[in-house]
């Protein structure tokens, strides 16, 4: 530290007022830097630490050494424990949310479970017709295997394995027109 920190700090000696400008003169901006890291980067919330530590330092003025060196490393355990309180409280309880704005809420309307539905009956009309009644039977109307194949006359294998076809076209029709991944 400079020094005339030193003499600065000797005059402060009586004057409370006087230590609390040159504590934010001389330590504000690397006590700052230094909080800034601890909080994550979080601006605001370092500036509120810094300003609590000077605080306290003017609290404990008559206590305190004004040696500078020792001065700073009780403005950052100062620090360091204001943090650490906060990231406690922070922990405690559930991060305020401010109010929707309610014209920017949205309310569902089932207007895009309506419009995929209508994507998907469009790209199933494209499979053929063995693969469309599996898929319709299985997925739609929420059929086993068995009963699909019973329905249809055909062998539960055969379901299957139109099944896995027919899904398999449907996903490329999908994937053409953009709809799917």
């Known amino acids: 530290m400079p020094r005339h920190l030193d003499s600065r ?3 402060a000696e ?13 330590f504000g901006a690397p006590l700052l830097r230094h909080v800034r890291k601890a909080t994550g980067n979080d601006l605001q919330w370092a500036e509120d630490v810094v300003q609590e530590t000077i605080v306290r330092a003017w609290r404990n003025a008559g206590r ?3 040696e500078p060196g020792l001065l700073w490393a009780w403005l950052l355990t100062v620090a360091r424990r204001i943090v650490i309180d906060g990231r406690r409280r922070r922990g405690a309880r559930p991060q305020e949310v401010e109010p929707a704005d309610a014209d920017a809420v949205s309310v569902p309307d089932g207007s895009e479970r309506a419009l995929e539905a209508m994507i ?62």
């Not at 009586?14 to 934010?24: A, C, F, N, Q």
């Not at 059929?143 to 249809?152: H, M, P, V």
């Open 120 to 181: 998907v009956a469009e790209a199933l009309r494209d499979l053929s017709e063995e693969h469309r009644e599996v898929i319709e039977h299985t997925y739609l109307r929420d059929r086993t295997i068995g009963e699909a194949a019973e329905i249809l006359g055909i062998p539960p294998g055969t379901v299957k394995s139109r099944l896995y076809y027919g899904i398999r076209a449907l996903r490329g029709i999908l994937k053409e027109r953009g709809v799917a991944s």
């Open 9 to 11: 700090l000797e005059s």
């Open 14 to 26: 009586t004057d409370d007022d006087v230590l609390v400008e040159v504590l934010y003169q001389e």
């Open 64 to 66: 305190l050494h004004r």
